[in-house]
């Protein structure tokens, strides 16, 4: 199935979708477009949707209106290989089913780059040995996993999105467990990729974060309604009050842009 006519091509989209949590529509009408080099941020409320809706574009459920695609394609109609290697997801929390070493937990990542019973080649380890250097573990890869913390197993899972090279990163809430250094050296790793050409598009929960890293924001109130625009425009204080219905304050410090409680 092709986009239909009206909507551009381009990596990945949506067409009027609607996101509900049981008889709730969190997300009504919903229609985007996300485009190489862009990071964008997705904010709102606890049970705002942010998540359903991430899991949403990944292919994980199906809209209970509208459509997702990917390079044109209408979701539905891709093999869950032939999205992993468009798309990779990093889940809010990932559980270990199983101890392996940090290395061996980041080459699952390749996978979806290999064939039927095909093993991991030399080339494949060198990869997994590099994301795990730009998260900053390269002294990690034979410590066994069930001796890692969760700041520690989180950068695994970042780094073992990495090496499924995929052109669309979905984030969800990415500074799970991260310490302040860590998330923004992470958020500046994605940051690079976006420049080279990936797209990025994260939940998040920090609007300041949001307006240090993001390029466009989309904003979900949970009842359905939603914004979407520049980050430069759309947060702000006035916008930020209402979608987290608490005063919040704007600051500036060496030319950014802060956001506080009232």
């Known amino acids: 199935m092709s986009v239909p006519g009206g909507l551009q091509a381009c990596t990945l989209a949506t ?45 994980l459920r199906r809209p209970q209106a509208g459509a997702v695609y990917l390079d044109g394609a209408a979701m539905e109609s891709l093999s869950r290989r032939a999205v992993a290697l468009r798309l990779g997801l990093l889940a809010q929390d990932v559980e270990e089913s199983f101890v392996t070493t940090a290395l061996e937990a980041v080459l699952v990542g390749r996978h979806p780059h290999l064939k039927l019973w095909q093993w991991e080649t030399a080339e494949d380890e060198l990869i997994a040995r590099q994301a795990l250097t730009a998260v900053d573990l390269e002294q990690f890869a034979e410590r066994r996993t069930d001796t890692l913390s969760g700041g520690e197993l989180r950068r695994v899972a970042v780094a073992a999105l990495l090496v499924q090279e995929p052109a669309v990163f979905l984030l969800d809430e990415p500074s799970n467990h991260l310490d302040p250094a860590h998330l923004l050296g992470i958020l500046g790793l994605f940051k690079e990729l976006c420049a080279g050409g990936r797209t990025v598009i994260a939940t998040l929960h920090d609007p300041t974060v949001a307006a240090r890293f993001a390029d466009r924001v989309v904003l979900l109130h949970g009842d359905g309604r939603w914004a979407d625009g520049p980050a430069c425009e759309l947060l702000t204080a006035e916008r930020l009050s209402e979608l987290y219905l608490s005063p919040m304050l704007q600051l500036e410090k060496d030319g950014r842009r802060i956001f506080v409680n009232a």
């Open 15 to 59: 067409r009027d979708i609607e996101v509900a949590a049981g008889a709730r529509r969190l997300v009504t009408g919903l229609s985007l477009q996300f485009r190489p080099g862009e990071f964008v941020a997705i904010l709102g409320r606890n049970g705002s949707g942010k998540t359903l809706t991430l899991h949403t574009l990944a292919g």
